[in-house]
């Protein structure tokens, strides 16, 4: 039988007909969900870029006189004072690490003695021995599962601190 509208074969009649309609109805909803399922995807493509959900505010640890996150891109404190950093991983990037002060005559490593992190948090400390100023850098890189296909690309943090006189 040959229908009229779309010009399709349908096969037989009876119970063969209901079996070929319904799969082309299964088919159909199928791929409707799978369409459906393609919807928006955060990635470090451009034209896509990764927007962070806003975070809450958040507080300098205990011993800590300031506190940066990755959303800083700019801390002023003053001679004495330490800085906590607080570096939460994004979606889909390992932990960051190599969290380095460019000028550590400026702004010291100190150990965090507060250090235990959340799963996806990296904590580091500092300390403002001189005035001047220093940049802060981490990286993190793409988080892969083993054995498979692993895109090649880092993503590089920093904050430059400035350090003021002590009052």
Known sequence: MLTGATGLVLPGSGPAR????????????????????????????IGNPYVPPPSPTISPGPGFDAVATEHDTAVTITVGQKLELVLHARPGMTNWANVRSGDTSVLAPIANPAATAAPGVTLAGFQAD????????????????PGQACPQFAILYSVTVTVRPSL
């Open 18 to 45: 209901c079996v070929f309609v319904l799969k082309t109805a299964l088919i159909a909803a199928l791929g409707a969900v799978v369409l459906a399922a393609c919807g928006d995807v955060h990635c470090m493509c």
């Open 130 to 145: 001189a005035v001047g100023t220093a940049v802060i850098t981490a990286s993190a890189g793409a988080a892969c599962s």
